[in-house]
């Protein structure tokens, strides 16, 4: 009994790991999750103990539905799809199944008589020792690099993508599992087993170091795309300035004329010339090609940049922007928000004609929370599935919005997507941090 509680004791280490990656993702809070967890193995584990000795079974045969058992408990107490929850507990479950072999290994120079579907203590508390190293040794890893995957990684086919590994992994270890330990000691199969056990953490631990990499190379370039968006938009607006001072400069330095052409009518009674003249002149006067929005620079530059958009294709816009310049979201995030409604907006308006165009957005922080809200006229055709918005210009949901909505999750914050008719509204809102 002791033996097969011991046995059943090593998925702590795993649920660890597990539960790492996903520290800012818990729904009750760490506690509180904690508590929950440590109170079902207090009575799964001893509860699969029995079944096992009583029964007189294989471990396997309870060990597996006790990890469907633990990962529908694992997924409840997330807030993460399951393409993500799946991925980690795959990966961890890989990793658990290549150190099996490994104490498979060191008890068979121990006991050659022995095999993998015996129980015994000391197989136990060595699996147990194993395991909890190796939960040590990662648990760093796994709660600095694997929760930025998990919190700023969203497109769920790259977690899927990472299954196949896993789960061939699992294959191959249970497939080379020995059943009888004596068979590892003819010929050199005993060392070809440990060269298929270091081979395969090799091969775990380098595959798990590039998926990081490549991941966050490909995130940091899409960063990098997006600042340089910014600054072109920022390096727009500022040649638009250069140009009204430059024509302003002009205007002041042809002012004096003006004023004697305007007196000399005056003095000569001849008013409707003169009101002609001034018309002329007010008319001929530059007028700023860019607003002040906002204090926010970057974000004003947006705004600019899509009002100049819509004035080209005749889209009526109203912009009522009260957002500070500094606030806890980024420039980068704040842009990428509205950058995509407002492009999701203007392509929408040009479906329909000119007179039925309009788009109008709102931006305002109240206690702590930044609020937008837009709202566009639009074809009232959509693509919907599962609640979702599909993209109408391809297949799969749209990338604008679902851009926005990882994003707002960034903050921990929500983003929500309506239509009413040939209407279309985008509500969004971010926590802030306290300034």
């Given amino acids: 009994m002791t033996a097969a509680l011991l046995s059943y ?7 660890v790991l597990c539960l790492l990656p996903m520290c800012h993702q818990l729904k009750p809070g760490r506690r509180k999750a904690l508590i929950f967890l440590v109170v079902l193995d207090a009575v799964l584990f001893p509860l699969a103990a029995l ?38 507990f795959m990966s ?28 015994t203590l000391r197989s136990a508390l ?14 760093f890893p796994f709660y600095r690099y694997g929760s930025r995957l998990i919190d700023q990684l969203k497109l769920q086919k790259i977690w899927y993508m990472t299954l196949p590994f896993s789960a061939v992994l699992i294959i191959c270890n249970l497939f080379i599992r020995p059943l009888k330990y004596e068979t590892l000691f003819v010929n050199n199969v005993f060392r070809s087993f440990l060269f298929s056990i270091f081979s395969f953490l090799i091969l775990w631990n380098l595959l798990c170091i590039i998926y990081y990499q490549i991941v966050m190379g490909v995130l940091h370039a899409a960063r990098t795309r997006e600042k340089m968006r910014i600054l072109e938009m920022q390096e727009s607006q500022f040649e638009s300035q250069q140009q009204y001072m430059e024509s302003f400069a002009r205007t002041r330095h042809d002012f004096r004329q003006h004023i004697r052409t305007m007196k000399n009518l005056f003095h000569e009674g001849d008013y409707e010339q003169l009101g002609k003249y001034i018309d002329e002149y007010y008319d001929s006067l530059p007028v700023p090609e860019t607003r002040r929005y906002c204090s926010n620079t970057a974000l004003n530059a947006l705004l600019n940049y899509y009002a100049g958009k819509a004035k080209e294709n005749d889209i009526p816009v109203s912009f ?3 957002i500070p310049q ?9 842009c990428t928000i509205i950058g995509n409604i407002l492009e999701n907006a203007v392509t929408a308006c040009l479906e329909i004609p000119a007179e039925k165009r309009s788009l109008l957005l709102s931006g305002l922080v109240q206690n702590n929370r930044l609020y937008i809200v837009a709202t566009n ?21 749209g990338i604008g919005l679902k851009s926005i909505q990882t994003s707002a999750e960034k903050y921990h914050g929500k983003a929500e997507f309506s239509h009413n008719g ?8 971010l926590l802030l941090q306290p300034q």
């Fill in 377 to 397: 006229s639009f074809s009232g055709q959509v693509r919907e599935r599962n609640g979702k918005y599909l993209s109408r210009r391809h297949s799969g949901s």
């Fill in 126 to 139: 060595l699996q147990l020792g194993i395991n909890t190293a190796a939960a040590g040794l990662l648990a």
């Fill in 320 to 322: 009522r922007i009260d």
């Fill in 51 to 88: 079944v096992t000795v009583r029964c007189e079974l294989d471990i396997n045969y309870v060990l597996f539905p006790l990890l469907l058992v633990f990962f529908a408990v694992y997924q409840w107490i997330i807030r993460c799809p399951v393409s993500k929850s799946l991925s980690v």
């Fill in 9 to 15: 004791l090593m998925l702590l280490p795993a649920q």
């Fill in 326 to 334: 500094k606030i806890s979201v980024s420039d980068v995030d704040l």
């Fill in 92 to 119: 961890v479950s890989a990793l658990m199944a290549i150190l099996c072999n490994l104490t498979c290994a060191i008890e068979a120079s121990i006991d050659p008589s022995s095999g993998a579907s015996v129980l």
């Fill in 422 to 429: 040939q209407e279309f509204h985008s509500d969004v809102m």
